[in-house]
């Protein structure tokens, strides 16, 4: 196992669907580690531990963004006494997200929410998680920030806080992406499925936080598929559509 000589590291999991905020908690998480601990913190993304780098293994703290995490790696965080945050959205906005932002197909972004929405269920159902609903705007919220920290188990100022929100708004983000963009971190010819590794960043990743935007993006027969695809996802947080009068 990774770790600095016979301590294993602690493991932070940054679950959930895809377009759900996960990014944004998983750069929180990050930041508020490195505000107390210099060094030892090691992100990236894994669904399992043949994913995991090499480079971890005098690692302090292990932060992982994953959208499948394997039954091994939530073991992994349990095991080491670490932390599971999950971040939830409504399934129809997810795919019209994925539509909209990252140009890919119906079909595909169908079939992986029905993968992730599955395994979001499974998480819940058998872990102590730490929830953030997008809809409620965790993401343009201090108080996020706070809450994050807590289940880390650190305290911070409110000048801390209020350093680690202005380096996350959406423009921040969107100016943070456009210097990547100049480096080259996306790659020569950049893609929808182009990203940072340091942060996990995508240059099409800031959307307009919109909710309900579906409606005009997927159509009725297309969210019918969304809904069947996702019932038990949707039953378990509440994601039901409005029943006709």
Avoid at 71 to 91: D, H, I, N
Wanted: hydrophobic share 40%; with cysteine; net charge positive.
């Amino acid at each position: 196992m990774p770790g600095n000589g016979s301590v294993p590291p602690r493991v932070i999991l940054c679950a959930g669907v895809k377009s759900s905020g996960s990014t944004w908690l998983y750069n929180v998480v990050i930041a508020i580690l490195k505000q107390r601990h210099r060094i030892g913190v090691r992100a990236f993304y894994a669904d399992n531990f043949a994913m995991i780098p090499s480079s971890t293994e005098r690692a302090r703290f292990l932060v992982i963004k994953s959208h499948e995490p394997s039954k091994a790696l939530v073991y992994l965080m349990r095991l080491t006494r670490g932390t599971l945050f999950v971040t939830l959205r409504e399934p129809r906005d997810v795919i019209a997200s994925l539509l909209n932002r990252f140009g890919h197909s119906f079909e595909g972004a169908l079939t992986e929410t029905e993968r992730q929405s599955a395994r979001t269920v499974e998480l819940v159902e058998r872990e102590k998680v730490h929830l953030f609903r997008y809809e409620s705007g965790f993401t343009e919220k201090s108080a996020s920030i706070a809450m994050i920290a807590k289940a880390l188990g650190i305290q911070l100022n409110t000048a801390e806080r209020a350093r680690i929100q202005r380096s996350l708004t959406r423009e921040e983000v969107k100016k943070k992406i456009g210097y990547l963009q100049k480096q080259g971190r996306f790659g020569a010819k950049p893609t929808a499925d182009s990203f940072d590794p340091a942060t996990q960043w995508h240059p099409g990743h800031v959307g307009d936080g919109r909710i309900g935007k579906y409606k005009a993006v997927l159509t009725p027969v297309e969210q019918k598929r969304v809904l069947a695809a996702t019932r038990a996802y949707r039953r378990r947080f509440g994601y039901l559509p409005a029943r006709k009068r």
